[in-house]
């Protein structure tokens, strides 16, 4: 995940995927931007992509599939 470095980000990303096991989280940041890279136990499905999306200050989202 790309976006803004502003507060409360995480917890807006977090609260998302509440529903999935996160197994891991990096959060990076420089000046004004931010990458948020999470490992999740299962699935993201696309109403959690959308609500990702729909998050202010998100710029960019990649689904990477493992299995």
């Not at 995480?10 to 000046?31: C, D, F, G, H, P």
């Not at 490992?39 to 990702?52: A, Q, T």
Request: proline content about 1%; glycine content about 2%; charged content about 20%.
């Amino acid at each position: 995940l790309i976006h803004l470095n502003i507060p409360n980000m995480i917890a807006q990303i977090s609260n998302t995927l509440s529903s999935l096991n996160i197994e891991n989280l990096v959060n990076k940041s420089k000046e004004n931007y931010a990458y948020t890279l999470v490992d999740i136990n299962g699935k993201i499905d696309e109403n959690m992509l959308k609500k990702l999306h729909s998050i202010e200050g998100m710029l960019k989202i990649r689904v990477i599939n493992i299995n």
